[in-house]
């Protein structure tokens, strides 16, 4: 039973954890900084427009430069 009640427990507080930023620009300017204003205006005119970054590793060096892995 009580192993049941952590488990259930551990669910709902997991669910609310927040994994990566949740706010367009950079976190390390303030809010109200011109870059981030200006980030969440483009965002809100074509959203999905906020930048992804990809980190790969591959066993050998330069191997990321390789065909297949691109």
Known sequence: M?????LCSGWYFSSKVVIG???PGSPILYQDHD???SSK????????????YIVAE?????????????
């Not at 009580?2 to 952590?6: D, G, Q, W, Y």
């Open 2 to 6: 009580l192993a049941a009640v952590l």
């Open 21 to 23: 930023e949740s706010e």
């Open 35 to 37: 870059y981030n204003l």
């Open 41 to 52: 205006a483009v965002n809100d005119s074509f959203p999905g427009s906020e930048e992804l």
């Open 58 to 70: 591959t066993s050998e060096k330069g191997g990321i430069k390789r065909p297949e892995v691109l």
